[in-house]
Every structure is written in structure tokens, then in C-alpha cells.
């Protein structure tokens, strides 16, 4: 009996210039690497969204709040409901790993704001509210927090919060009874490094943050010890190559779906980077570094079965599609680009999906 061929769909989020449907639904051709819009859903300013760890639901960013969407068997979206975060629009959110919780970054207010969600996938009340403080350094972006990221260790014991403002990744214990969150280590990165996202590793015993002003991505090791968590930078590698007077600045960082490779997009140089990652010692080791056709490469992803990458280009609004040579370490561009305005992010899903890391 043949096996089933696996079907995905690739949600984006974007700006609303003009146009109310701030998420692009697309159904993704596995053999072609390309994308064919399925429908799009009516929303304010997606700047991020992100997938329930038990697959069911899908929340976004929007003006003044969130919302929170019911995944159909299709792919397509069904609204549950709205909720307020009583703050700034936020730029990034993400879910903890018992789907009780959804941790929302503030860049624009540097606050950090966890809502509880509900049983039927919803967006409840507000549990927590911090606002990071203090002073950065004299630079412009950098006088003031900047929450870009929170998301939690694979253990669920810890949330990461990226402040680009502040240079470091604030560290805090969750509560999973309550929905608070207690400040247990900080880690801190280059002054006017910029720290933007944050991936972990498979198995969660390593983090990465890529750092937009730096260019560069820092590797820490994770455990816990006797009840504290305990962090060892292990690596700093660059996204692109230094030079006098260049305003690159990076953007994305993606793991594959096997979590062997990973890859960070660079705005100025408009590149892709990718790297092979050890699985054992969580090291990185550059494979291969281009261009990817596009101004602003805000978000990158491979495509699930590792043949192909998409990128989304932020200033030039549209989504360029690449073949991969993973092995060989090289692209080769794939048909031409696909309009889209202002896109933000890019999640792959499959179809009947469960559960994911």
C-alpha cells in the first residue's frame, strides 16, 4: 500500500498597508517548492504568530491584543476569540509547552505579558505584566527595553525574553499554577548587539540567539542544578562577514525540521545563512552564506523536507523560493517571486499534525 503523501500549508503574517487580511494561508507544493494561496484571513497587523504545541490552535499578534484561531482540518482558520494584552502591539508570542499560557513581547513598550488560555484553545485573562527597565546605551534603538522575544526552555521551567534594548535575555521561572513569572538569571550579550529571537535545540540542551545588530549568533549550553538554571556560552559565530561602515543587521533564525540545520537572514546584505548543527555538542559550522533576491529578508524557512527554503522580503514584499543542496551547500533560486505586502513570518504546518517540539 503506497504511503500517503504528508500535505502542508504555510501560514504568513503581515502588515495591513491597505489591505484588512493580515494573514496568507498557502498550500505548499513538497515536489515543486512553491506556494499556492489558499485563502487569507481578515486581521489588523499580524507582526507574529505561532502554532499551539498540540497543533489545534494558532495565535497572532493584531492591533491592541491577540487572537486566537481553530485550525481546520484543511488548514484554514476559524476565529475563537480576541483578547486584550492592556499594552502597546507586540511583536512576537508563543505558547508554553501544556498550552496553558501565551507569553507576548512587547518591543515598542518593553513589556513582557502572559495570558492565560483555555481548555477550547481561547486567549483568557491576563496572569502577568512586567515591564523591563533601566537604560541602554546612547545609541538610538538601544536607550530603552526592547522586548523582541519570550519563549519557554523545552523543560517549561524557564521563559527566555530577548531585550534588544537592554543587550541580554532575561531569564524567568514560571509558575505553572498561576501564570507568573519570577526573575531567576539574565543572560547578558555584546553591548549594542541587539538580541532578536531565540531557538533551542531538539533536546533542549542548547539555546541560540541571533543578535540583529551584531550579526551574530550566541550558543549557550542549558541544564538545571539542584533547582537553578545554568547557562555556558559555548560559541559566538557571525551571519555575515564584518565590515567598516555596513548596516546589515539580522533577522530570522530558523531550525530545520530535523533540527540539523539552522539558518538567520541578514537585512543590508539581504542573505541567507546556513549552518550544520552539531547535534551532540550544539555547535555550529557555517555551510554557506548567499543572496536572496529580496530587500529585508525579515523571516527565512526551509521547506519540511529540507529541498528547498522560502524567504519573506520585508521591503521589497515579496517571497522568494530557492532550491537547497544542503550537502553540497548551495542554492539556486526557484521560479519567480510571489507578491505578498509586508510579510512578517512564516510557519510551515502539516496537515493532521499532533503535536511538535
Keep these: 500500500m503506497a504511503k500517503e503523501k504528508e500535505q502542508y500549508v504555510a501560514y504568513v503574517s503581515t502588515y495591513t498597508q491597505g489591505d484588512s487580511h493580515g494573514i496568507r494561508i498557502y498550500d505548499v507544493d513538497m515536489e515543486k517548492g512553491r506556494f499556492r494561496e489558499k485563502s487569507k484571513v481578515e486581521i489588523t497587523n499580524s507582526s507574529y504568530l505561532t502554532v499551539s504545541h498540540n497543533c489545534k490552535y494558532l495565535y497572532s499578534i493584531t492591533d491592541f491584543g491577540v487572537e486566537a484561531y481553530d485550525i481546520l482540518p484543511d488548514g484554514n482558520l476559524s476565529l475563537i476569540n480576541f483578547a486584550p494584552i492592556n499594552g502597546m502591539r507586540g511583536c512576537y508570542l508563543s505558547t508554553d509547552y501544556t498550552n496553558r499560557y501565551l507569553f507576548v513581547a512587547g518591543y515598542h513598550d518593553g513589556k513582557l505579558t502572559v495570558l492565560k488560555l483555555q481548555e477550547d484553545g481561547s486567549v483568557g485573562e491576563i496572569t502577568d505584566e512586567v515591564f523591563h527597565k ?30 534588544s534594548g537592554m543587550d541580554h535575555v532575561k531569564v524567568y521561572r514560571l509558575n505553572q499554577e498561576w501564570g507568573k513569572v519570577e526573575l531567576a538569571d539574565i ?78 537572514s541578514n537585512a543590508g546584505d539581504n542573505s541567507v545563512v546556513v549552518y550544520d548543527v552539531d547535534t551532540q ?74 503535536g511538535r517540539s
Design 281 to 354: 555538542t550544539g555547535l555550529l559550522t557555517r555551510k554557506f552564506c548567499l543572496p536572496v533576491s529580496g530587500e529585508y529578508p525579515k523571516d527565512a524557512e526551509f521547506f519540511p523536507n529540507n529541498k528547498f527554503l522560502v524567504s519573506l522580503n520585508h521591503e521589497s514584499n515579496d517571497m522568494t523560493f530557492f532550491h537547497l543542496d544542503l550537502e553540497a551547500g548551495n542554492m539556486v533560486m526557484n521560479g519567480a517571486p510571489i507578491r505578498v505586502d509586508a510579510p512578517n513570518c512564516i510557519t510551515f504546518f502539516k496537515l493532521g499534525s499532533t
Design 134 to 163: 533601566g537604560l541602554g546605551s546612547i545609541a538610538e534603538r538601544n536607550s530603552r527595553p526592547h522586548i523582541n522575544c519570550a519563549r519557554m526552555t523545552h523543560d517549561n521551567k524557564y521563559l527566555l525574553v530577548a531585550d
Design 187 to 264: 543572560l547578558h550579550s555584546e553591548l549594542d548587539s541587539e538580541p532578536r529571537h531565540i531557538k533551542i535545540s531538539k533536546d533542549g540542551r542548547f539555546i541560540y540567539v541571533v543578535h540583529e545588530w551584531s550579526c551574530t549568533i550566541d550558543v549557550y549550553s542549558y541544564e538545571e542544578k539542584k533547582g537553578v538554571p545554568v547557562f555556558e556560552k559555548i560559541q559566538s559565530v557571525y551571519t555575515v562577514k564584518q565590515e567598516h561602515g555596513s548596516t546589515n543587521a539580522a533577522s530570522a533564525l530558523s531550525f530545520s525540521v530535523d533540527y540539523r540545520y539552522l539558518l538567520s
